[in-house]
């Protein structure tokens, strides 16, 4: 069978060259050679960990995060309770695990799933048995109940497309052919409607990027949360507004080039925070740092009461995910949470209004 690099120059031969983001979603998603469609990434053995990986600390928050808000909206019955890219199926063990207390939630939750990978899937059947149904897109999930919903290193997995200013215009970076092998190029300079308020903030030869997937998928969250009630929390590395070639390419925790093996390394960018706030018809949070946020919900006092019962290198490696978690220097910082919900009502527990 024919390796990814060789059919993506065999279709550049054919059409010519294409956009990033056609490149990202062939990398990542492609049925054969596809990064996720093929393997599970994740964990230490993999090409990079996250969050709910490193402490069950991490899901417990959410789902009492989630629990709460349910409450505070006067626990409606039936719910969606939703995640998008669940990887492993680790944060949502958690959330179940920690709402169990939380009386009626367990019963009033149907549990959905968006993931787009087959290999995955098979991960979290192992782990979340055949209760929940799965879904290729968010479209399909119920539109006729509110919906509690988590996305967790989801949204820097979405194809971008770059853009290079110059002048009012925009020229977008696209993979090419150089000498037989993947090269950058740019295409032809042309005004770009999505990128109109980016005139603002830029000058010539900046570079800006752009996610076309996320605006319908934040409306369809979006629209379900303001007609039936719900919340979202949406966490991930990105800032409010992204400046520059975001674009990362890891492989066993290094950083590898982008062009090099496709389908075989990790593709990322960071989120734009500011163009999801800006495409969701609810009201949204502003953005919270992750460690201020676990704070507030209380990873501290878990911590502690988790640290009782272990000592040596297991409290060793507790106190350590406790503080990759939260700690400004590591991902207290660079990892914010938008959250969406219903307008006129307060956010979540944890996040700014
Ligand atoms: N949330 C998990 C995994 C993050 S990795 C965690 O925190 O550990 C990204 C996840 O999103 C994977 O499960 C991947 O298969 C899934 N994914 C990536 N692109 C997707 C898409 N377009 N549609 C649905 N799922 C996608």
């Known amino acids: 069978m024919a390796d990814l690099k060789s059919i993506l120059l065999g279709r550049i031969a054919q059409t010519g060259p294409m956009s990033l983001s056609d490149y990202m979603a062939e990398c990542l998603l492609h049925p054969d050679h596809g990064y996720y469609a093929t393997r599970d990434p994740l964990g230490a053995e993999g090409d990079f960990t996250t969050a709910p990986e490193i402490s069950q600390m991490f899901g417990e928050m959410i789902g009492l995060c989630l629990a709460q808000a349910w409450l505070d909206q006067g626990r409606p019955a039936p719910f969606t309770l939703a995640e998008a890219g669940p ?3 680790t944060l949502m063990a958690d959330i179940l695990r920690a709402t169990r207390a ?35 897109s968010l479209t399909t999930l119920p539109e006729d109940q ?74 369809a969250i979006g629209a379900r949360i303001e007609a039936n009630g719900g919340t979202a929390l949406i966490i991930d590395y990105g800032d409010w507004r992204s400046l520059g070639d975001t674009l990362q390419a890891l492989s066993a925790h290094e ?48 911590a502690q009461t988790l640290a009782a019962r272990l000592s040596d290198a297991a409290l060793e490696s507790h106190i350590a995910a406790h503080r990759r978690l939260t700690h400004p220097h590591e991902m207290g910082n660079l990892f914010k949470v938008l959250a969406l919900f219903p307008k006129g009502k307060p956010p979540p527990p944890g996040c700014e209004t």
Request: glycine share 6%.
């Open 146 to 219: 509110p919906l509690f919903f988590v996305a967790n290193e989801f949204f820097d997995a979405l194809p971008v497309r770059q853009f290079i200013r110059t002048g009012p215009a925009w020229s977008e970076r696209m993979v090419g052919t150089e000498n037989e092998t993947l090269a950058w190029g740019l295409g032809k300079p042309a005004p770009h409607p999505a990128l109109l308020h980016r005139l603002e903030d830029t000058k010539d030869g900046d570079l800006v990027e752009f996610c076309p997937a996320a605006a319908p998928i934040i409306q």
């Open 87 to 89: 990887g492993r199926g």
């Open 255 to 302: 950083p590898v080039d982008p062009l090099d093996s496709p389908g075989m390394a990790d593709l990322t960018t960071h989120v734009d925070f500011e163009a999801l706030a800006n495409a969701t018809p609810s009201a949204h949070s502003r953005l919270t740092a992750q460690g201020v946020f676990l704070e507030r919900l209380g990873i501290t006092q878990r």
């Open 102 to 136: 939380v009386p009626a939630f367990a019963e009033a939750a149907e549990v959905h799933l968006i993931e787009a990978s087959p290999a995955l899937r098979d991960k979290q059947r192992a782990l979340l048995g055949d209760t929940p149904t799965w879904h290729d």
